[in-house]
């Protein structure tokens, strides 16, 4: 059974705690907090993720901007990324997956959503 490794980087300890609670029903999950876009890049730099789960609306480096980095970024860019955020904007949709984003999920999260995108995106990456 492979290990996963999650970063989620969230603002709210709230919403982290419950995506993390999501995740954890994956087998093999293993799973780093990150609290903004720039916390998120430090733990990048020194730790290997399969996948991004980020909220947009953040202090210092919102997720937009992260994904953008991490896109640009030839050591990280081909890392799935999943946006999770209360906009449910249909630009902030666009925007998001424009920049490289692989999935959008609107909150308020449903869990079982959350795992078919995280199993689709874990199934391509065999």
């Known amino acids: 059974m492979p290990d996963y ?3 989620v980087v969230e603002d709210s300890p709230t919403m982290r705690q419950l995506i993390t609670f999501a995740l954890k029903r994956i087998p093999g999950s293993k799973i780093v907090e990150a609290n903004d876009g720039i916390d998120a890049l430090k733990k990048l ?4 993720f399969d996948i991004i789960l980020t909220d ?14 991490v896109r640009n970024d030839p050591a990280h860019k081909a890392i799935p ?4 955020t209360t906009e449910g904007a249909e630009e902030d949709r666009k925007r998001g997956l ?11 999260i449903q869990t079982q959503e ?3 995108v995280i199993t689709e995106i874990l199934s391509k990456k065999k």
């Open 114 to 116: 959350l795992l078919n």
């Open 81 to 84: 990324i999943v946006i999770i």
């Open 5 to 7: 490794h999650f970063l």
């Open 56 to 69: 947009i609306n953040m202090p210092i480096m919102d997720g937009l901007k992260l994904v953008s980095m």
């Open 45 to 48: 730099s020194t730790q290997k």
């Open 98 to 108: 424009s920049l490289g984003a692989n999935a959008y999920i609107a909150k308020p």
